[in-house]
């Protein structure tokens, strides 16, 4: 069954560096996606992303992120100046041709642990 | 987004029918209902989802309302490996697919 793929796994990173998560969406899914997952918390929308531009964000995602996807494979999560805060699960997620409509299924990775020192 | 409502926590019987509520009051006509659930230490996991008919798949069952104001998860036979958070979620047109806290399920051998 195609799988979304997240590396790393695991990232511990000090405040105030860059952190690049990496996605690998399902090859034929056109809608990508980024979601954090505070410890204990729930599953929070950042980003959607259509035909190499955002599509919507959340009030989360402000300037300190961006999205990027560089070639035909990858989709980026790029936080610069990480905070304590940041620390969190973030869930990549990919999303067939059924577009914007309501009856389209999100396939998720496994996830990447953010850890800000 | 249209809100959903779901007990925080409930527990099943292994190898018992669990039902799982979901009320969803303010639905619109165009919104899917999705449930997905969250196994431990996992990401998200699609598990159903329907507009206004029941679904069934070989994971679960939808039962929608007539009126579409709720809708209940039904896992015909739970096992320890059910032991997760089921979101229960509305989807309409747009890009946003928000979780709630959902309802975390306990399976007791």
């Known amino acids: 069954e195609p799988e979304v793929t997240q590396t790393p796994s695991h990232q511990v990173t000090q405040m105030g560096q860059e952190v690049i998560l990496r996605c690998v969406p399902i090859?034929?899914?056109?809608?990508f996606y980024w979601y954090r997952q505070i410890l204990g918390q729930k599953v929070e929308f950042l980003v959607s992303f259509y035909n190499n531009e955002i599509s919507e964000k959340s009030e989360i995602f402000d300037d300190q992120f961006s999205v990027e996807r560089p070639d035909g494979s990858n989709f980026t999560l790029k936080i610069r100046s990480t905070k304590l805060e940041d620390s969190a699960m973030y869930f990549c997620?990919?999303?067939?041709?059924?577009?914007?409509?309501?009856?389209?299924?999100?396939?998720f990775g496994a996830g990447s642990r953010l850890t800000v020192l | 987004d249209a809100k959903t409502t779901q007990p925080n926590s409930m527990e099943s019987n292994e190898e018992e029918p669990v039902h799982l509520p979901c009320n969803h009051s303010t639905i619109s006509g165009t919104d899917y209902i999705h449930w997905y659930r969250q196994l431990p230490s996992q990401g998200p996991e699609y598990v159903i989802h329907?507009?206004?008919s029941n679904v069934n798949n070989r994971m679960a069952s939808l039962a929608i309302a007539e009126d579409r104001k709720s809708s209940t998860l039904i896992l015909h036979r739970a096992t320890l490996r059910d032991a997760a958070v089921y979101y229960c979620i509305l989807r309409g047109t747009g890009n946003q697919f928000y979780f709630g806290t959902g309802t975390s399920l306990t399976v007791i051998p």
């Open positions: 090859s034929n899914h056109l809608y």
């Open positions: 997620a990919s999303s067939g041709a059924g577009g914007a409509t309501g009856a389209n299924v999100l396939t």
């Open positions: 329907g507009l206004t």
